[in-house]
């Protein structure tokens, strides 16, 4: 490791470096010419490469290509071309040390004051599902170079990595005579490090998919969408990053109006479109519709009531019905286009957050009637069978795992009890399973007729979740007025097994006619027994949904 140089200054924020000469390659020419004109009224001189020099020159801006610095042609389709002393000497020449200037002056490498590169767009090939050969092309390797190359002589160099840090350049030097401060030319460097890592980590990403192996080390990353006023409390601090993946959801959404996402917000609304999600995409303009149309409601991460029906309003209400204290304060989530009737309804209540693949002109103007309340349109709806990975972070480590894609057939489905489901229990089973898999363990979901009727969540003990999803039930009844709860006659899932009898007796306690489970417990048999004795129907999955 170099040792420090004791005749070098310490950095000064507030230490002002003429800008010259600037160097230019970028990918993203959308700002290019303007950018390089503004350069060129201000009196520095540009030396570019390949098609960033074509541009420029075109545009009839004095500009010199990087090979007469090199003197060396690009050569290997470019590949090479800025990998050379004179490009990264005036890069990494340090204008404090009379060594670094002698040397500089004894080969003829002329100071290069500004950098501006951004990167091959190896992250816009992947997600446009280019071939393993264009992705690995795609590849940047000169352009990392010399931005880190810049970015490590921040003393003197200001290095670009989009065109916003281009503007704020030109900024810099019209309020400073022509030079750029020492603080910004330190939080570029720091932003240009951030990108590098960035850029490594979706290439080593994309190379982990490839292999379909676990990688040695592990790379995250992210780009900043928003930062937050607070996380999940007031004295945290917080920000929101996409991480480049094309899954549908909250991150890629487009938010019409409503306050800015909080933490919590965000968290639960995610929870909630990969809920919905689970019932397929609902769209009245194809044939046939689509799937049914679905609302899930969501509060804490958690459920608090999910339906499916004819039409969204019927949705809506039915998972209302479910826990409508609960339901105060929460995040809607349909998986279809939002209606004006169903805006209508939902403004009843207060609510957080409505997320939609999309929504009426009328819905959109029905809520601009109350600023608060943000509505998402996301124009997709994610694939809940799709291959991805989430990730959570420990003391000291990262808990890294595939997303719980998991889904079971028909004939996946074992019925180990006396008497089968109805074909009515059945579809209630089904839904019932789909909305375990997003219920913090311990998880006890009760369904009738298309609508959850009772949710038990993240609890201790299963045969808590039980009783505690009996008297969400019971309280529904109360508010609704109805002569009994709707978990008379329902399905119940849980996701994972009873280890003992006394859940699944819970269930039937409360009104359950049948259940599905992983099963897998050393105490099936007397499981299946007590639900034959109950007279239940009980179908095992071979799967678990345990949800941390």
Not at 306 to 325: E, I, M, Q, R
Not at 405 to 417: C, I, S
């Amino acid at each position: 490791m170099p040792a420090p140089n004791p005749d070098l200054p310490a950095f000064d924020p507030a230490r002002f470096s003429p800008v010259k000469r600037a160097l230019i390659s970028v990918s993203d020419k959308s700002r290019l010419i303007d950018q390089a004109k503004a350069l060129h009224e201000r009196g520095v001189k540009l030396v570019s490469t390949g098609g960033t020099h074509r541009a420029i020159s075109d545009a009839g801006i004095p500009v010199k290509d990087v090979s007469e610095l090199t003197k060396f042609p690009e050569m290997m389709d470019g590949r090479v071309k800025t990998l050379h002393p004179m490009v990264h000497g005036g890069l990494l020449g340090d204008r404090d040390l009379s060594s670094h200037k002698d040397a500089m002056h004894a080969h003829g490498i002329l100071s290069i004051d500004l950098l501006v590169v951004n990167l091959y767009p190896f992250e816009a090939a992947v997600a446009g599902g280019g071939s393993y050969e264009m992705c690995v092309e795609n590849i940047d390797i000169g352009g990392p170079a010399m931005i880190r190359a810049a970015a490590k002589n921040h003393a003197h160099v200001a290095v670009c990595t989009d065109a916003d840090d281009v503007d704020a350049v030109l900024a810099d030097m019209d309020a400073n005579g022509g030079q750029t401060s020492g603080a910004l030319r330190q939080t570029l460097a720091a932003k240009t490090y951030a990108r590098s890592a960035n850029y490594d980590a979706a290439i080593a990403n994309w190379f982990a998919d490839q292999l379909g192996d676990v990688p040695t080390y592990r790379a995250q990353s992210g780009t900043l969408r928003q930062t937050l006023r607070y996380g999940e409390n007031p004295h945290q601090t917080a920000a929101f990053y996409t991480d480049g993946s094309d899954r549908p959801g909250v991150a890629t959404a487009t938010q019409l109006q409503g306050k800015e996402l909080s933490y919590n917000n965000i968290n639960d609304t995610d929870a909630a479109y990969e809920l919905v999600a689970e019932f397929g995409r609902n769209c009245s303009t194809l044939p046939g519709g689509g799937a049914k149309p679905a609302v899930a409601i969501i509060k804490h991460a958690n459920p608090c009531g999910v339906a499916v029906a004819d039409d969204f309003v019927t949705a809506y209400k039915n998972a209302l019905a479910c826990d409508p204290v609960s339901a105060f304060g929460g995040i809607v989530a349909l998986n279809g286009r939002l209606d004006k009737a169903t805006a209508a309804e939902i403004l009843k209540v207060f609510t957080e957050v409505v997320i939609a693949p999309s929504a009426d002109d009328d819905a959109i103007a029905l809520f601009s009637k109350k600023k608060n309340i943000r509505l998402l349109i996301v124009g997709d709806l994610p694939n809940p069978n799709a291959p991805s990975l989430t990730q959570r972070n420990v003391a000291g480590g990262i808990l890294v795992q595939d997303r719980d894609n998991g889904a079971v057939a028909d004939d996946d489905l074992k019925v180990v009890t006396k008497r089968a489901p109805t074909e009515t229990e059945m579809a209630d089973l089904r839904m019932a399973w789909k909305v375990a898999k997003h219920v913090k363990s311990n998880a006890i979901i009760y369904v009738k007729d298309g609508a959850t009727a009772g949710i038990g969540a993240g609890q201790m003990s299963r045969i808590d979740s039980a009783r505690i999803a009996a008297r969400k039930a019971e309280d529904a009844q109360k508010s609704a007025g109805w002569d009994a709860p709707k978990t008379q006659g329902c399905a119940c899932a849980s996701d994972a097994f009873f280890p003992f009898a006394d859940g699944m007796l819970a269930a039937a306690s409360a009104g359950a006619t049948c259940v599905i489970q992983p099963g897998g417990s050393i105490r099936d048999d007397e499981v299946i027994a007590a639900a034959d004795e109950q007279g239940l129907a009980m179908v095992f999955t071979g799967m678990r949904h345990f949800r941390h």
